[in-house]
């Protein structure tokens, strides 16, 4: 038998193996009634076999009759005999559906099967028509609930969740609501909010770093609100041509980005010797500013107004302190800001609902689940995190928070002792080497 059909013959077994098994995979997930249909995507990974499909979600997990809504997941099958970990990502998905290359920390570092679920009412999980009543934190865990109920049957290994950001937190809730779904947690820089206007975020921003970098943002937003009569016509020229509409006036939006600075630069880490020097021309402190701060954050109609909605009713944000800039803005215009700025109308009275924030609070002060939480020192997310759980003489629970770390806080970017400790325990907990 010479090489060559020996090759041809290898190769044939290998590609009829590979079919068989997609075949197999796929005859799956016909099998599970909720998957209303199934598209074969392609990815760089070719360790894993990817499938974008539709799950049908009821509105209201306790009422049938409120009517149903598809929910898009994307499966990476890895193995049934590996473990998988569910990414409760906290807003829409179409970064991970459509990139070939897209991967996720924690299932590239358990080489698990991954379960990447959108959150509903965002880009291809938005329910039609839009009745706002029912996104809440509470039918929104049901919802992974439900998924991880359909495909645990086949995947017999550890379930870990995760996300990042909204994610995290939404990985966060998701254990307290469901705890005996998962083996393992670990939620990156996810905050835990107890109000529209929390209140941590702005004592956090005036301790944080060192105080030459706090000056450093101070002085410039000084700058910007100095500059504001000869900035705000390139600002004016700048909402037009990108076909920005807002609920306010632009004069109140450059406002708000002035405040909204602070925050977006500790929040992603940009260091200060990134700012113009305050002496530079109008066009180079209007164009590092937009650059910084874009004023589509503000817009209507934005793509993430879900996320809006829903830190309204249950989800909590932050607020500014304008006790430095009291000569420059209206307090008026800016309080109260999610609910004018951020939302229509007919959110005006909607009043924000506390029960998520105490429920999830009682349950971590009351348990101990395996968990892994990733902070960066400098987010200031990480203000309104449950960092407070490290004093608690918790077994299983643990806060990782990144030194000098900001929102993009991970497990291999940690420094070196943090992040081979983290490993270990995940390999403890996970069983996948």
């Known amino acids: ?48 076999q990817y499938f974008l499909m539709k799950f049908t979600q009821q509105l209201d997990p306790k009422d049938a009759s409120a009517g149903t809504f598809e929910q898009r997941i994307m499966l990476g099958h890895r193995g049934y005999d590996r473990p998988v970990v569910l990414v409760t990502e906290g807003y829409g998905a179409d970064y991970a559906f459509n990139s070939p290359k897209y991967m996720e920390e924690l299932t590239y570092i358990l080489d698990a099967n991954i379960i990447f679920v959108e959150y509903r009412y965002f880009s291809g999980s938005m329910p039609n028509p839009c009745n706002w009543d029912y996104l809440t934190v509470e039918n929104s865990m049901t919802d992974y609930h439900k998924i991880i109920t359909a495909f645990k049957p086949f995947y017999k290994g550890k379930w870990a969740s995760t996300g990042i950001s909204k994610g995290g937190s939404t990985s966060i809730f998701f254990r307290a609501y469901f705890p005996d779904d998962l083996d393992v947690s670990v939620p990156y820089v996810g905050p835990l909010s107890g109000a529209v206007e929390d209140g941590r975020h702005e004592s956090f921003l005036e301790r944080v770093g060192t105080k030459a970098e706090r000056d450093a943002i101070r002085n410039f937003q000084f700058e910007l609100f100095e500059r504001k009569e000869r900035l705000m016509p390139m600002f004016d ?20 980005l002035v405040l909204e600075y602070q925050f977006s630069m500790w929040q992603w880490g940009t260091p200060v010797n990134t700012i113009p020097a305050l002496d530079s021309d109008d066009k180079v402190i209007f164009d590092y500013f937009v650059k910084m701060c874009g004023p589509d954050y503000f817009a ?5 107004e879900s996320f809006f909605v829903q830190a309204l009713k249950d989800f909590g944000y932050y607020g500014y302190n304008i006790e430095p800039f009291r000569k420059y803005v209206n307090e008026n215009e800016i309080e109260g800001y999610l609910r004018r700025v951020l939302l229509p109308e007919q959110f005006a009275d909607v009043e924000f609902d506390d029960s998520n924030y105490r429920f999830v609070t009682d349950y971590y002060t009351e348990n101990d689940p395996k968990m892994i939480l990733i902070y960066g020192e400098v987010d200031p997310w990480t203000a309104s995190g449950i960092t407070w759980l490290r004093d608690r003489n918790k ?39």
């Not at 098994?21 to 760089?44: F, Y």
Request: net charge neutral.
């Open 1 to 48: 038998m010479n090489k060559r059909f020996l090759f041809l013959l290898s190769f044939l077994c290998v590609a009829l193996f590979a079919s068989a098994q997609e075949v197999d995979v796929k005859k799956m997930l016909e099998g599970i009634e909720s998957v209303t249909s199934i598209e074969k995507i392609e990815k760089a990974d070719t360790t894993r």
């Open 395 to 433: 077994q299983n629970v643990k806060v990782y928070i990144q030194p000098g770390g900001s929102h993009r806080a991970r497990i291999l970017n940690m420094p070196e002792k943090m992040r081979d400790e983290i490993l270990e325990q995940l390999n403890e907990w996970m069983q996948y080497k």
């Open 300 to 304: 209507a109609g934005s793509d993430i």
């Open 237 to 256: 020229a700048y909402c037009l041509e990108k076909n920005m509409v807002f609920r306010v006036p632009t004069s109140t939006v450059y406002d708000l």
